[in-house]
């Protein structure tokens, strides 16, 4: 009798529910608990944490921006969180079968595909791009260190070489005008050799073989490691969703130790609170939540719907959430601390330096790892942190595909092949990400990751609290939730669910006004209130600058005179 019980505690059931047998035969369950809770915090824990966190936390006021950051934790994030996680387990289906609930809204199930679908699709190209920087790193000496390349421009100067020592001799106004156009190796093993970036989005040009080879590579990873559902993935996550903190304590032992990692971490903490009364600032911490949690992509509802009915969600979600946000903010530490030195190193203020997205991870982050003894070292554990972190987040993305569709159609042989299943969206997404791997890729998978994953979670969440709470019934819901956990839900999530969190994530004011393009076609119609506040030329000039790359390049360039990455990669993410 002890041995059941312990099994069922193992297991995440309820007290009191142990001895219930909870498997499903034909879908399968996770092996214990302890897999669900890792492959959810591998889903939650991805490259936003490292990449994006950081950078919003500076420049939205530093230690200023965890309030309204917290704030949207606590009464949306995690409130959400459980509603998908208690959805998901209590129906065992995925994002499409759950809506036997209210068929009306099949649709918002529909939604999460398309979401994941896109996010899986670029996702993996980023892998495959932390892949290739992973084997290149395999030598003595990194090849973005110096700007003696074949790829490298006069403009070059790295923080190792000295060039700009030797242009002591240049008169004040050459050596100014040298040092606003100066371009980190870094940054041109980026831009010209690893990409050999077009000049516009629609010039595809060729496909980067090297790039395609390393794409090959990480759908094959994540074939192999799903090959059996969460029967396999559930234990390879054992070692991709703890290492990656492995790496991170390495990490940000090495950079506290170093010169200047005090003023990186204090430009990062430093709070302007000022910046608390601007709306963006919470836009952007409420994105942020929703970006780095997963909520509305259908994974978290897939993966509980793998769990025992009588698993405890409620106290799953709490401690996912909670790890989910502080490894953000570890993280913090581990990218400035680096920064800082970088900062110090080459004499110029944090912000010179800081950056987010690719332009952090294939740029200023390799530029400064360059200045530290043994740097192959770093940036192989490095790269590799960032692949393992990618993949517990692909791996759900696409058994978030495979479930809907197996889960869809239902029968015997369909779940006997799910193998197969796999294989074939795993081919499929191989395909649609070649493009990606082209010399214009980067510009599709920035505008990608500008607009897959935006404001369509913010449509989605609203529409399953509303088609929950209000179109099944908040009662039936709540009565549920104590049929599969022995309780009912706290008092402060039915609040949250029915009041907080709707009224949080319903944004739609600006989507119900109208276009500012709205209005008479030809600009000489368009007089009175359609006038324009400026030029035509002028508008089309900034709606297409994003994807103008030299002329970010020169822009950032201008804006900091002695700068360790300017990259076009961080010019457009910013923008588009």
């Avoid at 082209?438 to 913010?458: C, E, K, R």
Wanted: contains cysteine; hydrophobic residues 45%.
């Amino acid at each position: 009798m002890a041995d059941k019980c312990s099994e069922g505690l193992l297991n995440g059931a309820v007290p009191g529910e142990q001895g219930k047998q909870e498997k499903s035969v034909k879908r399968g369950n996770w092996g214990n608990q302890i897999e669900f809770v890792l492959t959810s915090v591998g889903y939650a824990v991805g490259l936003g944490n490292v990449w994006r966190f950081p950078y919003l936390c500076y420049r939205n006021g530093g230690g200023a921006f965890m309030f309204p950051y917290f704030i949207m934790l606590v009464f949306c994030g995690i409130p959400l969180f459980f509603m998908e996680l208690s959805f998901g387990q209590f129906a065992s289906q995925g994002c499409l079968g759950v809506w036997r609930v209210s068929p009306m809204f099949k649709g918002v199930g529909y939604g999460m595909m398309v979401v994941s679908t896109y996010i899986g699709i670029y996702y993996n190209v980023v892998i495959c791009i932390a892949f290739y920087y992973f084997f290149v790193s395999m030598t003595h000496v990194l090849p973005w260190t110096y700007c003696s390349n074949p790829w490298n421009t006069p403009d070059c100067v790295g923080v190792l070489d000295g060039n700009l020592s030797n242009r002591a001799t240049l008169n004040f106004t050459q050596l100014l005008n040298t040092t606003q156009k100066r371009t980190s190796p870094s940054e041109e093993y980026w831009r010209r050799y690893v990409l050999n970036l077009s000049d516009d989005i629609g010039n595809l040009g060729e496909v980067r073989l090297p790039l395609l080879g390393c794409l090959g590579v990480s759908w094959v990873v994540v074939f192999l490691c799903l090959i059996k559902g969460v029967k396999s993935s559930g234990k390879v996550v054992y070692f991709t969703a703890t290492f990656p903190y492995v790496v991170l304590t390495i990490l940000f032992v090495r950079g506290i130790t170093l010169e200047g990692a005090l003023t990186g971490i204090m430009y990062y903490l430093t709070p302007q609170w000022d910046k608390i009364l601007n709306a963006k600032v919470w836009g952007d911490a409420a994105s942020q939540i929703f970006y780095s949690l997963g909520c509305a992509w259908g994974g978290l509802i897939t993966m509980a719907s793998y769990n025992k009915f009588n698993n405890n969600c409620y106290r799953d979600s709490i401690i996912i959430s909670i790890t989910n946000c502080a490894t953000s903010v570890y993280a913090g530490f581990v990218i400035f601390s680096i920064l800082g030195f970088m900062a110090n190193h080459l004499g110029v203020d944090v912000s010179k330096v800081a950056d987010h997205g690719p332009g952090l991870a294939f740029v200023a982050y390799p530029e400064a790892l360059t200045l530290l003894p043994i740097s192959p070292l770093w940036s192989i554990l490095f790269f590799f942190m960032l692949i393992l972190l990618g993949l517990g987040t692909q791996f759900c993305l696409l058994e978030t595909l495979v479930t809907a569709i197996v889960d869809e159609v239902g029968n015997e042989w369909i779940i006997r092949k799910k193998t197969f299943v796999t294989l074939g969206v795993a081919v499929a997404g191989f395909l649609l990400g070649v493009p990606l791997t082209t010399q214009a890729g980067i510009y599709w998978l920035l505008l990608m990751d500008n607009y897959a994953a935006s404001f369509s979670l913010v449509v989605i969440s609203c529409i399953m609290c509303v088609a929950i709470m209000y179109i099944y019934g908040h009662r039936n819901y709540f009565k549920d939730i104590e049929m599969m956990l022995g309780f009912p839900p706290p008092l402060f999530f039915q609040i949250c669910w029915r009041f907080i969190s709707p009224a949080i994530i319903f944004r739609l004011k600006n989507a119900t006004k109208a276009s500012k393009d709205w209005g008479p076609a030809l600009p000489e119609h368009r007089s009175g209130r359609y006038a324009p506040a400026f030029s035509p030329s002028t508008e089309s000039h900034l709606e297409v600058q994003p994807l103008q790359p030299e002329k970010g390049q020169s822009e950032a360039a201008a804006a900091s005179p002695v700068q360790g990455s300017n990259g076009s990669a961080h010019s457009q993410d910013s923008r588009l």
